[in-house]
């Protein structure tokens, strides 16, 4: 049966209206996953959250509410997740996604009679590469993990990896490291929110790291990347944006981003280079010269994006 195979993890803080519809369509009676054991990470929200989950527990024998003293953050959170996994597989799901259960005996099926390592339930696309699939599966409701993948050191490299945004990378890099069994089902399961802005919650935050503050989703990417085996860190690599654009034209606009919304942060031009092969390190160093120029050439123009993103997280 499903639910003695897989459990639900959900992490949350602070956002009670989108929890509501998230369970509103986990416990539908249609819902496919309504009766699995589904426990709910609460970061030690204050808006109410707490409160509902509470009372939902008391409803439905099957779902637990475990609320931190502290909150911990977000990654960390993640990082929980993993550590208290009882069953064979695990989902990570987040508290403001939405879901299409249609053809979700496919999940099943998998799960029961393939055994996977890892099971692709969101994959954003079809024929995808391995670079293009590495990036669309950071969305972390989108992989169904085996908790076989969580051994000693995986959980080191998932606490350890915690500051660089991808926490549950670390189990999803052993699985292709292994060349464990990967199973992509053809359709999204789970439907990102674009509204989403979780990504940014350091730019509002005063007193955190600088590190932390000003690191570039990209430059976490590619430093998490470095746990790949070297042909596939290449791959992964060359084309670490997913998109049509070559490496050096990647890394031009990867700069003038980090320019505008980390404050030129020189950390996140140094970081990912141990991990390159030469000619990326050659080619990164060309981008970010070029990029140099382009930048004392248009001072102004950068000065005025750069003041305008301040604004909006309120870092002025």
């Not at 959900?10 to 819902?31: G, H, Q, V």
């Not at 042909?231 to 049509?244: G, H, I, M, V």
């Not at 160093?285 to 050439?297: E, H, Q, R, T």
């Amino acid at each position: 049966m499903l639910k003695n195979t897989l459990e639900i993890i959900l992490i949350t803080y602070n956002r009670k209206p989108n929890l509501e519809k998230t369970f509103k369509r986990l416990l539908a009676e249609d819902s496919p996953v309504k009766d699995l054991q589904i426990t709910v990470l609460d970061n030690c929200s204050t808006d109410g959250t707490s409160e509902y989950l509470s009372d939902l527990s008391k409803k439905y024998k099957n779902i637990k509410h475990i609320r931190h003293n502290r909150n911990i953050g977000g990654n960390a959170n993640i990082a929980r997740a993993f550590e208290i996994a009882t069953k064979p597989y695990l989902w990570i799901l987040a508290d403001d996604d939405d879901f299409d259960f249609t053809d979700f005996n496919q999940v099943q099926e998998a799960l029961l009679n393939e055994n996977p390592a890892l099971l692709i339930v969101a994959p954003r696309g079809q024929n995808l590469t391995l670079p293009e699939l590495l990036r669309n599966i950071t969305f972390l409701p989108s992989v169904i993990f085996s908790s076989a993948l969580l051994t000693e050191e995986t959980m080191l490299n998932i606490h350890i990896n915690i500051p660089n945004w991808y926490p549950h990378l670390p189990p999803i890099i052993k699985a292709f490291n292994e060349e464990g069994k990967i199973i992509t089902l053809k359709k999204d399961f789970v439907l990102i929110n674009p509204k989403s802005d979780s990504y940014n919650i350091f730019k509002k935050l005063r007193g955190v790291f600088p590190e932390a503050k000003n690191l570039f989703t990209h430059a976490a990417y590619l430093n998490t990347i470095s746990l790949l085996k070297p042909s596939l860190r290449k791959d992964a690599a060359e084309n670490f944006q997913a998109c049509k654009y070559g490496f050096f034209k990647q890394a031009f606009y990867y700069f003038k981003q980090n320019a505008v919304e980390n404050e030129n942060c020189l950390r996140n031009v140094i970081s990912p280079m141990p991990y390159f092969t030469f000619s990326q390190k050659l080619r990164w160093c060309l981008a970010y010269f070029v990029f140099c120029a382009d930048y004392i050439i248009r001072y102004r123009r950068f000065k005025k994006k750069i003041n305008s993103y301040k604004q909006k997280y309120k870092q002025i």
